[in-house]
């Protein structure tokens, strides 16, 4: 028999479930409170592109795009990660302008752009390719060269699979869709991981761990083989794109697998002249998987470079030099 005075004390200490809710309550308090120091931590972007700077309102959001020289039109189309944008091509934009009008635009949900709480696709993003390089260059009245980058450059074949009269020629840094990042983009357990980084807490605070600054340091140290070229204002910048507000959608569905798509029988029915542009020493996407492209279009040049997976960066002047070099080239007219 229990007397008063056990009865009193055991009704003073609290529950177990009381002692967990108190726990969860106070790990989702500072859980709110890590996601609310990381955004106001970002700091405001800018771009360090220097030209003409645009607004494309678009239907899904508004896109930031510059713009410089004059000549024939070149886009350039970044690839997806977390804090993407066109700052990829910062070292090569004034010397491509020197003999091209040259647009460099941030895909909706990252940069510069809108970022929309929506769910990306590829077709999404392959709309947006075709309608900037439409309206915004001009497209319909003298068809565009692209330089595009790894699942950027696969969206861009996609476009110009789907409208070859709107594309001249294709520049492809490292593209993904065959061997790489080519599974199918409805998989179900694409939209359950998506619906996990797209949930307000749990899913902010996934996100600002793989967007940290440490874990962006140890992402570029992967990426570039002349490592060097990695400095904290590089990573701050990176870090500040990937922490603004609503930046995590776009990433949650290309880490989720959701941004996935396979471009085997578009890459194979293109007609115009395709520069592939790869590191030797590229890890996420190995240089051997060019063969894979070379084998499906006999109309596929590759030039390699001794760098690791972001050539027009780590060596800009090599790269300006190639690709120059190719998009002044004469080439056989492509078949209709």
Known sequence: ???????????????AWQIAALATAGGIGLLALANRLAEASAGEPYSVLEGEHGRYTWTRGGISYTVRGRGEPLVLIHGIYAGASSFEYRRVFAQLAEHHRVYAFDLLGFGLSDRPRIVYTPDLYVALIQDFVRQVVGAMDHPVQVIASTLGAAFTVRAAA????????????????IQDLASDPDDSSHAFWRAILRSPLLGQSMYNAIASRLSIRYYLRMVYERREEISDDMIDYYYTL???PNARYAPASFISGALDTPIDEEYMRLAMPILLLWGKNARFTPLEHA???????????????DCGGLPQDELPD?????????LRSTIQPRMS
């Open 162 to 177: 789907e409208r070859p009269d709107l594309f001249d020629r294709l520049a492809l840094i490292q593209p993904t869709g």
């Open 318 to 326: 090599e790269f300006v030099r190639v690709v120059g070099s190719w």
């Open 1 to 15: 028999m229990w007397n008063g005075e056990q009865v009193e004390e055991r009704r003073r200490r609290p529950a």
């Open 291 to 305: 063969r894979a492209f070379r084998q499906l279009n006999p109309r596929t040049d590759l030039r390699v470079f």
């Open 242 to 244: 990937a922490h603004q």
